[in-house]
């Protein structure tokens, strides 16, 4: 399973809903908080558990995102409960990731969002430009990475149980 953490009043509205049907249309189980949430239920513990349980997260950058404490908050725990993230810069570069000036955040929430921003910059991710970009070619290619880094954390959590047990492949 994998994550969205987006900004809602930026891409919420057309793409990710769109790359949500494409992902479950090719098998994959994404969360969604506007997806996979029913009214009555508590936003932070639900999306919290569903951080915690995934081992993908796809991380949709964008101008306003940083705007965001929730969206903050979902990276900050993110890369706290080390899962991998795909960072998609949309209409964003790495280096414009941080914390706005004008965020009243007490110091300790200060950096541990300057933290998860840092450890996102220097992550490999995927650039899109609205103006001039693909969907079609952004959406595979969110698939494809989503697939590849979840096989590659299932191989590893398998190869650490082998370990663990002293199996032999």
Request: charged share 25%.
């Given at each position: 399973?994998?994550?969205?953490?987006?900004?809602?009043?930026?891409?919420g509205?057309?793409?990710?809903?769109?790359?949500?049907?494409?992902?479950?249309?090719n098998?994959?189980?994404?969360f969604?908080?506007?997806?996979?949430?029913?009214?009555?239920?508590?936003?932070?513990?639900?999306?919290?558990?569903?951080?915690?349980?995934?081992?993908?997260?796809?991380?949709?950058?964008?101008?306003?995102?940083?705007?965001?404490?929730?969206c903050?908050?979902?990276?900050?725990?993110?890369?706290?409960?080390?899962?991998?993230?795909?960072?998609?810069?949309?209409?964003?570069?790495?280096?414009?990731?941080?914390?706005?000036?004008?965020?009243?955040?007490?110091?300790?929430?200060?950096?541990?969002?300057?933290?998860?921003?840092?450890?996102?910059?220097?992550?490999?991710?995927?650039?899109?430009?609205?103006?001039?970009?693909?969907?079609?070619?952004?959406?595979?290619?969110?698939?494809?990475?989503?697939?590849?880094?979840?096989?590659?954390?299932?191989?590893?959590?398998?190869?650490?149980?082998?370990?663990?047990?002293?199996?032999?492949?």
């Open positions: 399973m994998f994550s969205f953490n987006y900004r809602k009043a930026d891409s509205s057309q793409f990710v809903p769109l790359l949500y049907a494409h992902l479950i249309n098998g994959m189980i994404p969604l908080d506007t997806m996979n949430m029913k009214p009555g239920q508590k936003l932070f513990e639900h999306i919290n558990n569903a951080i915690n349980s995934c081992k993908v997260g796809v991380a949709v950058l964008t101008d306003r995102y940083f705007d965001s404490y929730f903050l908050h979902e990276l900050a725990l993110l890369n706290e409960s080390k899962k991998r993230v795909v960072p998609i810069f949309y209409d964003v570069k790495p280096s414009q990731l941080q914390v706005k000036n004008n965020a009243r955040y007490p110091p300790q929430v200060l950096q541990r969002f300057s933290e998860a921003l840092e450890e996102t910059k220097y992550t490999v991710g995927l650039t899109f430009d609205s103006l001039n970009g693909d969907w079609t070619e952004l959406q595979r290619k969110i698939s494809d990475a989503v697939i590849m880094n979840l096989f590659e954390v299932e191989e590893e959590e398998e190869r650490r149980r082998r370990t663990a047990c002293n199996i032999q492949p």
